[in-house]
């Protein structure tokens, strides 16, 4: 157990739709990533979380967007859900951001699968 | 080494022997390097991490390599298990984000 958990854990939504994935970091935890995973793949990065802001992103398009809130917990929102949309979806906490010094270890959730149909 | 895709690399080992897993990663740049280990419906798990000012770190039954001449890293499991069979990624640090392999199918044969 991380400490990191996530809502909904899966989840049907068919083309066009929006979806909002939950995400609550481990305790003590500031920064928040959420990463896509494909089938038969390694996660990839879509953006980073620190003291409620976004803190790097990676190669994903707008309609991908995200919230940190005070608490530390974050959402991330997907519009106009595509059938490539369809993936793990995973959110993982540390206690500083990814790229500081101290090279802080993430710990990831659980992780949410969506379906897009 | 990491492949693209639904035909991950696969590693098959008779429980209670050696396993070496391998990782080549991509940027000479990269000063700290996470291996993972992912069951099937799981999220990703930590298991061992190094910093670039070091070549090896042991942790329980684990032993990690870093070569950073050649961009490489390799995961030894000693003794595996049938419970370490599951999917293992390197990452490494890059900028603000950890980047992953497409990851090793390591299964242990009883």
């Known amino acids: 157990e991380t400490g990191v958990t996530q809502s909904p854990t899966h989840l049907i939504k068919t083309r066009g739709q929006q979806v909002t994935l939950r995400c609550s970091s481990q305790s003590g935890h500031n920064t928040v990533s959420w990463y896509q995973q494909a089938l038969g793949q390694g996660p990839q990065f879509i953006f980073q979380?620190?003291?409620?802001?976004?803190?790097g992103r990676g190669n994903f398009p707008p309609r991908f967007s995200g919230l940190q809130f005070p608490n530390y917990s974050s959402e991330l929102n997907v519009n106009a859900l595509e059938l490539d949309d369809s993936a793990l979806y995973l959110c993982?906490?540390?206690?500083?951001?990814?790229?500081?010094?101290?090279?802080?270890?993430?710990?990831f959730g659980e992780g949410s699968w969506l379906t897009v149909v | 080494g990491e492949s693209v895709g639904l035909h991950l690399p696969t590693l098959s080992v008779q429980e209670g022997d050696n396993s070496i897993i391998n990782c080549a990663y991509s940027?000479?740049?990269?000063?700290?390097f996470i291996w993972y280990k992912q069951e099937s419906g799981k999220g990703p798990q930590f298991i061992i991490d190094i910093r670039s000012n070091m070549d090896k770190r042991q942790g329980q039954r684990v032993t990690v390599l870093l070569n950073k001449t050649v961009k490489h890293l390799s995961l030894q499991i000693a003794a595996t298990q049938p419970g370490d069979s599951a999917v293992y990624f390197c990452a490494e640090r890059d900028n603000n984000d950890m980047r992953f392999g497409a990851g090793t199918r390591l299964t242990v044969k009883p």
């Open positions: 940027n000479s740049a990269s000063d700290y």
């Open positions: 993982a906490s540390s206690l500083a951001p990814t790229g500081g010094r101290s090279g802080n270890t993430i710990y």
């Open positions: 979380y620190y003291r409620e802001e976004e803190n």
